[in-house]
């Protein structure tokens, strides 16, 4: 009970450490500003946490391409560009909650698809009524004992 009450106190003040670290980078992003070139700007400034980036609208269109880190690099995946999120059952939730707080949201632990490994993604609202992305490395996780 106590280690568990513990881990979810480390969670929600991981939540809102990355919540006001994110913002300061989030109030820069100019509306006609490239959203693949403003991600890679941001995904070096986030090291190392960090393996993924990517942007939606409200509707859940990706608008930008997946900026991952592959063998140290950052590099775009524009394949992803359109890519609909709104069927996912977390999408709508995450999207609402961080609309309803004003601040950005850290999800429960899943498998990542392209890894298959255990990841979080810590979502950030924008100011131009799109959402920001980021999954968190594996490796990160497993340091900081937030993978249990």
Known sequence: YKYDREQMNRLFQLEQDWTVRFNEYCQSLKSEQDLDQWLLMLARKMEPEFIRFYITDANGFQQSSNVSK???????????????????????????????????????????????????????????????????????????????
Do not use: C
């Open 70 to 148: 592959k063998s140290g690099e950052w590099k775009l995946y524009s394949f992803y560009k359109g890519y609909n999120w709104s069927f996912r059952p977390y999408f709508i939730r995450t999207t609402v909650a961080m609309e309803r707080r004003h601040s950005g949201y850290l999800s429960e632990r899943y498998v990542d698809f392209s890894s298959s490994e255990q990841t979080r993604t810590f979502s950030m609202p924008l100011s131009n009524g799109m959402f920001l992305f980021a999954d968190i490395s594996a490796d990160y996780l497993y340091q900081e004992r937030l993978s249990e």
